[in-house]
């Protein structure tokens, strides 16, 4: 204490092992999915197989993007919950833009076009709502984006209505469902598109300052605004950016579903948290990275998959989901009281 | 006083250590029945750990307490307020959105009926009131405990112990948060206290309050007891050097000499309501302004000021390098302009983030650099490299230890580098040296004078005149949001004692 050279205090045995394991969600990520996926194996033989693996990898694609854009809000120590709430009102917008039963632009050159100009722009909309409210009004992130949720999943409703007597939007052009499962070459579209977004936000996050602003103002505001750091812009460009991502992903999902729906992702909000979590993007800001919403995504996806392989019902499977990302919540929280040595 | 032969509270032979470091060494004082004990060390001398042991909140390696001859184990705090001791913390354990008879009863609510919990409230009000009256507190048991000033909550935090009726009471840092009217009722109060023959502990850095107050002074270093002495037996000097355990002058380097004076703020009849009234003065290159005055007396709420922290919609001018100048945070980091706050913890660190991270925080957001800029960590970690090896910054891994690791004032040496990484042209330093030790107090100070020999203009705000008096070319008085006076040093020193007549004279008129 009066000395100037301060040892962190020595940690021992068990409770090295609980602080490098918790420091290091990627370590018990992989762990859980290897194991995860051999008990599957010793199960039903096939699961193991190259087309079942495949499958599962560019069905997580949209849903990585939605995260990635949702752990830049989770590093400023914020949460969106109304990016499920997005992919609908983008969706049905799109889709009211491109869709044969008279769109706004059938048949048109440019139908395609703007469609996914307005699943970017719409997203970023919301998006950048989101942050003015969180920045500028200092709401809780909270009650902002569940409020934005509720009104923009009502709209979408409504705006879908006034477009067809059934829910979904159908009839979109082949051009734009290409994006869904479509190749250029030997490769899926979606796996081109969500490679450049990871490269880009992996890239962001890591290399720029504004990457070490975003962590920066998830660990200490007060200390980041004084370093000279635009606190609230760059918490604007995170929720516009989340935002921004959830059209994105939006888009994907709508190419494969061939309509524009506003229930597009309606059970996909936990996942899409939960999925960061258990990566290790930390709840309480200040800690994510691409990598780890990825690890995040492809556990989830895959125990969701491989319940469903074997033949577990719906209510089992989502049980066993709730508990998982329960379980990374807690780690998340314990990580915390050791990262802060509150322990 | 010294009526009685077994002294009301003794210890003696008090161990401690945190995690292997001993922090306690045989620490043992005595105090009689009325008496006045000051306590006073540095910051991490153990003066507090000590007083946690007395107040039940860590328990002792080793050593014995008596309490009037008993032996006397707490191990919790319930247990000292049961045995008579009362324990004031620093930080008031007030709950604001409560009224003021919650805040005192609260844990020991008079019932209605013996077995059921239902609160009396009428009991409630009444037990209140009664306290309140003993230290003289005039305030509604049903006021609301947020629309106290902070002297009023220091005193219903006393009333609550007081109600208790303790043996003896610690008092830690009483004074930091009160205005000099305040802290003249509360010596009041405490001289009461001792009437009705209660010990007090004292524990202080307003050496002037211990010296005029006490009966007797322990003096912590190092988690040592190195003196504990009639207060009459003492002087200054004295108590200061069994303090930091040498002569003070050593202390402070050379102030550097002032060239051709070159302003580099100037500060023109700046108001802003309730908070400043018309402050004036210039900050040259090279020259260390010292700013001295009481709690509240608007210092460091000028410094937030002109870095753009708080508001400032009254009237007035701030020029920068001779251009006017309207501060955003922001424009002020673009502009090599440099703060280190008060609150180095909330505001000046990424705690559980590295040194490196932290060093180069300032530099990603000065002169020029945009969100897209790639970071270079190559340069992002000799710069941490060169700050730590000039600043003396004692850590093994600037990439991977995270500042938290740190002692005091190590991490303040980080809120200091991470500054200087740009060079800044006006450092403004609120409390440079609070919460650290001497011997990082003095890497600070003589750093402090290397930059001024640079060129630097420095604002120093502090709370102890010493220090401001060490490094200062000149001192502004503040009080009461004004500046009541400038003084020059003359012949190497200044006139300390004129220095505190003017920052607690507009107090003393308007009280």
Redesign the interface.
């Known amino acids: 204490?009066?000395?100037?050279?301060?040892?962190?205090?020595?940690k021992q045995g068990y409770r090295v092992l609980i602080a490098r394991l918790l420091s290091e969600p990627a370590f018990t990520v992989i762990g859980l999915l290897v194991v995860y996926t051999l008990a599957v194996t010793a199960a039903v033989p096939g699961f193991l197989g190259a087309g079942t693996l495949s499958a599962i990898f560019i069905s997580l694609l949209p849903l990585l993007i939605a995260v990635i854009g949702q752990s830049f809000v989770m590093i400023v120590a914020g949460i969106d919950l109304s990016v499920t709430a997005t992919m609908g009102l983008t969706s049905v917008i799109a889709g009211s833009v491109m869709t044969a039963n008279g769109g706004y632009l059938a048949d048109s050159a440019l139908a395609v076009p703007v469609g996914i100009f307005c699943f970017l722009f719409f997203g970023a909309l919301v998006g950048l709502f989101n942050g003015l409210c969180v920045a500028f009004i200092r709401m809780p992130p909270f009650i902002v984006t569940l409020a934005t949720m509720m009104f923009v999943s009502g709209a979408a409703v409504l705006y879908s209505s006034w477009h067809t007597t059934s829910v979904s939007i159908g009839g979109l052009p082949s051009g734009f469902t290409r994006i869904g499962y479509g190749t250029i070459g030997p490769i899926a579209f979606a796996l081109i598109l969500t490679v450049l977004v990871v490269v880009a936000a992996d890239f962001g996050l890591r290399?720029?300052?504004?990457?070490?602003?975003l962590?920066?103002i998830g660990?200490?505001p007060?200390?980041?605004?004084?370093?000279?750091?635009?606190v609230r812009a760059?918490q604007v460009?995170a929720y516009t950016l989340c935002g921004t991502c959830a059209g994105l992903s939006a888009m994907i999902y709508s190419a494969r579903l061939e309509t524009g729906t506003p229930v597009l992702s309606q059970n996909l909000l936990l996942d899409i948290i939960g999925s960061a979590v258990i990566g290790g993007v930390s709840l309480f800001g200040?800690r994510g990275s691409v990598l780890a919403a990825f690890l995040g995504v492809l556990l989830l996806t895959v125990i969701d998959k491989g319940m469903q392989f074997i033949g577990l019902t719906l209510f089992v499977v989502l049980s066993v989901k709730g508990a998982i990302i329960l379980l990374a919540a807690v780690l998340d929280a314990l990580r915390l009281r050791y990262?802060?040595?509150k322990s | 006083m010294d009526a009685k032969a077994v002294p009301l509270f003794e210890c003696s032979g008090i161990n401690k250590s945190f995690s292997g470091t001993q922090v306690l060494f045989d620490v043992g004082f005595a105090i009689k029945a009325g008496e006045f004990l000051g306590v006073i060390g540095e910051n991490g001398s153990g003066k507090s750990t000590t007083m946690n042991i007395i107040g039940g909140i860590l328990r002792p390696d080793s050593g014995e307490m008596r309490l009037n001859g008993d032996a006397y184990v707490p191990t919790q705090p319930n247990d000292a307020m049961e045995a008579g001791i009362g324990f004031i913390h620093q930080e008031l354990n007030i709950f604001g959105n409560m009224s003021v008879a919650d805040n005192m009863m609260i844990g020991r609510y008079p019932r209605r009926w013996e077995k059921l919990p239902f609160i009396n409230h009428r009991a409630k009000r009444l037990a209140t009131a009664e306290a309140l009256k003993r230290v003289g507190l005039d305030v509604s048991p049903d006021a609301p405990c947020w629309s106290l000033a902070p002297g009023e909550r220091q005193l219903l935090e006393i009333a609550k112990v007081v109600s208790q009726n303790p043996r003896m009471i610690i008092f830690d840092e009483p004074t930091t948060s009160l205005t000099e009217p305040e802290c003249r009722r509360l010596f009041e109060v405490i001289a009461d206290l001792q009437a009705q023959g209660i010990g007090i502990v004292y524990i202080s850095h307003v050496l002037s309050d211990v010296q005029r107050l006490s009966d007797r002074i322990v003096v912590l270093r190092d988690g040592h007891a190195v003196k504990s002495t009639a207060t009459r037996d003492l002087t200054r000097d004295g108590i200061v050097e069994a303090m930091v355990g040498r002569p003070v002058s050593q202390l402070y380097p050379d102030v550097p000499p002032l060239g051709e004076r070159r302003p580099v703020i100037e500060v023109q009849g700046l108001t802003q309501p309730r908070v400043l009234k018309d402050v004036s003065f210039s900050i040259a290159a090279g020259e260390v302004l010292g700013v001295a005055g009481l709690m509240g007396s608007g210092r460091s709420e000028l410094a937030r000021i002109l870095f753009g922290l708080d508001p400032h919609d009254g009237t007035g001018t701030i020029s920068y390098e001779g251009a006017p100048f309207d501060p955003s945070p922001r424009d002020c980091v673009s502009k090599r302009m440099a703060f280190l706050t008060e609150d180095r913890r909330h505001e000046g660190l990424l705690l559980t983030q590295s040194l490196t991270t932290n060093l180069e925080l300032v530099h990603l957001s000065g002169a020029g650099s945009g969100a897209h800029v790639p970071v270079d960590r190559k340069q992002q970690v000799s710069n941490a490299e060169d700050v730590a090896h000039r600043l003396r910054i004692k850590a093994r891994d600037l990439v991977r230890l995270p500042a938290k690791s740190l002692s005091g004032g190590n991490q303040q040496k980080v809120v200091l580098g991470k500054w200087l990484v740009d060079a800044p042209r006006l450092f403004i330093l609120d409390e440079p040296t609070r919460g650290i030790d001497v011997g990082a107090k003095e890497e600070i100070y003589r750093v402090i004078a290397e930059l001024a020999g640079q060129g630097l203009a420095v604002m120093l705000i502090s709370s102890e005149l010493e220090e401001l008096a060490g490094l200062s070319h000149r001192i502004m008085v503040m009080s009461r949001g004004m500046n009541v006076g400038v003084f020059e040093r003359q012949d190497g020193g200044f006139d300390r004692a004129a220095i505190m007549a003017r920052a607690t004279a507009a107090d003393v008129e308007a009280a």
Do not use: H, K, Q
Request: net charge positive; proline share 8%.
């Open positions: 204490m009066v000395s100037d050279t301060t040892v962190p205090p020595r290399r720029t300052t504004w990457g070490r602003w962590f920066a660990n200490n007060t200390a980041a605004l004084i370093s000279g750091v635009p760059v460009s200040g990262a802060e040595g």
